[in-house]
């Protein structure tokens, strides 16, 4: 009988060990504050602005001596005026097309060789990206975001 019992008395006992130590060692609510958080022009930015990703990644090969020696890879998203996703996508192959100019620009310049995710060398990227952007969409465009980006050498 013993033999029975003494499992689920170890089970109980340590069962209850485990919920003892549980709400001795939980970490102390913060209290709440006092006064709201403030909130600044800033910070209401990005309350008004969208984003849309474009369905379809960018791929960029990159040549050497006549051959592809590598591609790159990128995912983009817009940052745009609420309500004009519908535009992005009435004009997207035509920004497609002015984007990938861009891309196939800057890996002819040897933006995508070494240390391409430099900041400095995604910082020229983004800048042509964005301006691409304006010319086929206008001031509705607020950015160009680069959401993924890879580089695969053959």
């Known amino acids: 009988m013993l033999r029975k019992i003494m499992p689920v008395v170890l089970m109980l006992i340590g069962t ?9 060692l939980r970490p102390t609510p913060e209290p709440e504050a ?3 958080p403030e909130t600044s022009a800033v910070s209401d930015k990005p309350a008004n602005l969208e984003f849309v990703k474009l369905p379809s990644q960018f791929v960029v090969p990159l040549l ?16 745009i005026a609420p309500g004009q996703a519908e535009m992005v996508h009435a004009r997207e192959p035509k920004l497609r097309d002015e ?6 620009e800057h890996a ?10 430099d900041a ?5 990227l983004r800048r042509a990206l964005k301006e ?16 993924d980006i890879v580089r695969q050498d053959s």
């Open 34 to 36: 006092a006064h709201p």
């Open 99 to 104: 984007f990938l100019r861009v891309l196939f």
């Open 120 to 124: 400095s060398n995604l910082v020229v």
């Open 132 to 147: 691409a952007a304006v010319k086929v969409l206008g001031e509705q465009v607020s950015d160009v975001l680069i959401t």
């Open 16 to 24: 209850g060990a485990g919920v003892g130590a549980g709400l001795a």
């Open 108 to 117: 002819n310049t040897g933006g995508f060789r070494g240390t391409f995710t």
């Open 64 to 79: 050497e001596s006549g051959r592809v020696a590598a591609l790159v890879v990128l995912s983009l998203s817009l940052e």
